[in-house]
Structure formats: C-alpha cells, structure tokens
T-cell receptor, first 116, second 112 residues
Framework: GAVVSQHPSWVICKSGTSVKIECRSL??????MFWYRQFPKQSLMLMAT?????????EQGVEKDKFLINHASLTLSTLTVTSAHPEDSSFYIC????????????FGSGTRLTVV | TQLLEQSPQFLSIQEGENLTVYCNSS?????LQWYRQEPGEGPVLLVT?????EVKKLKRLTFQFGDARKDSSLHITAAQTGDTGLYLC????????????FGAGTRLFVKA
C-alpha cells in the first residue's frame, strides 16, 4: 500500500529558530499533499494544500509567511515553521493520496514540535 | 460551510462491550472514510464507503453509509483494548475535489 514518510518524528527548538519538516511519498507520486495541525485531544486542522510546482493554498487564518511550504518534486513536500514560538508547539501531520477519493488518504506518522 | 459531526466525543467502555460511533452531516458526500489514530501517530485509513446504503465489515468493525450519503456509523463488536484510539470520519464532497472534511473525532478507551 501507499506509504508516506514524515521526518523528523519529534523536534525541540528554541524560540526564534526555524524548523523544517519533510513529507515524502515513498512508492507513489503525489501532485498534492496536505499539512495538518493537531492540538492535544483534538481533531485534525487543515493548514494548507501543497501543490507540486506551484504555490501552496493556505486555509483561512494560517499565516503563509509563518508556515512556508515547498513542494519541489512529486514525492516531497516540506513545511518550514519560521521564527517559531511556544504557541507553535503542536503535532504536525502530512498526508497524500494515491489515486482517486476511494483510496482515502495516507498520513505520515506526524511530527511533534516543541518550542522552548 | 460543510460540517461533519461525530458523536459521542468520548467513550470509555469495558472490554467485550459493543459500541457505535456516528458521523452526521447535512451535506451529501461522494465518499466517506473512517480512520483510527493512536497517540503520537498519524491516522490510519480503516475503510472508504462510496455507495449510499453500503455496509462494509472489517473483522469486528462494521461501517455503514447512509442511504442519502449524509451520515455514517461505525459499530465495534466485542471491543478489545487494542481498539483504543481516536476514530475520525472524513467526508469528500463532489468529484475530483481535493478538500476533505474531518469530523472532530471520537476518543475511545477500552478498559481491560
């Protein structure tokens, strides 16, 4: 089945620094990937849709300059949290879909970001 | 705005009991998926239902898609501690669209 690899699985960084999270589709090409944020005991909140070769589409309320998305190839999308602050601490998850809607989405294993 | 309401939000039961989780909307979905997420992990797809009235079984889990394709249910028979997790339903409206709507989730805890 489709596999999405997300790296790192956890990261601790200092306030003001930037953190890059990678999301790779391992055995399929994904022209579109999705980035979510999840707070403790809550559901997924879609942050942005990453489009290969073009600009990402951000959801309302998500700062594009804060959360930089790059989808340079058909198998890799990256999310960079710039000038991170403690309130950016969260669980970030990416997903992609192989084929039509009937296949559902394959999610990465998530990245736990802690900003100190 | 399309919404998917899941109920209950939280469920704590004893091992061996049965349970049903509901996912309701006023919108029609072309397909609906159920996922299970364990702490510190990404959601894992359990099933996709596409046809109104469709019933799918996955071992002790039974998924049903409403006739009007606006609602769905997940029934677990003889729950086990390994069923503990966050269950999410997700609906996709229209065809070819990439935006999927997630429910708020049902957090299930099965006690031994």
């Amino acid at each position: 089945g489709a596999v999405v690899s997300q790296h790192p699985s956890w990261v601790i960084c200092k306030s003001g620094t930037s953190v890059k999270i990678e999301c790779r589709s391992l055995d399929f090409q994904a022209t579109t990937m999705f980035w979510y944020r999840q707070f403790p005991k809550q559901s997924l909140m879609l942050m942005a849709t990453s489009n290969e070769g073009s600009k990402a589409t951000y959801e309302q309320g998500v700062e594009k300059d804060k959360f930089l998305i790059n989808h340079a190839s058909l198998t890799l999308s990256t999310l960079t949290v710039t000038s991170a602050h403690p309130e950016d601490s969260s669980f970030y998850i990416c997903s992609a879909r192989e084929g039509s809607a009937n296949y559902g989405y394959t999610f990465g294993s998530g990245t736990r970001l802690t900003v100190v | 705005t399309q919404l998917l309401e899941q109920s209950p939000q939280f469920l704590s039961i004893q091992e061996g009991e049965n349970l049903t989780v509901y996912c309701n909307s006023s919108s029609v979905f072309s397909s609906l998926q159920w996922y299970r997420q364990e702490p510190g992990e990404g959601p894992v797809l359990l099933v996709t239902v596409v046809t109104g009235g469709e019933v799918k079984k996955l071992k002790r889990l039974t998924f049903q898609f409403g006739d009007a394709r606006k609602d769905s249910s997940l029934h677990i028979t003889a729950a086990q501690t390994g069923d503990t997790g966050l269950y999410l339903c997700a609906g996709e409206a229209g065809t070819g669209g990439f935006k999927t709507i997630f429910g708020a989730g049902t957090r299930l805890f099965v006690k031994a």
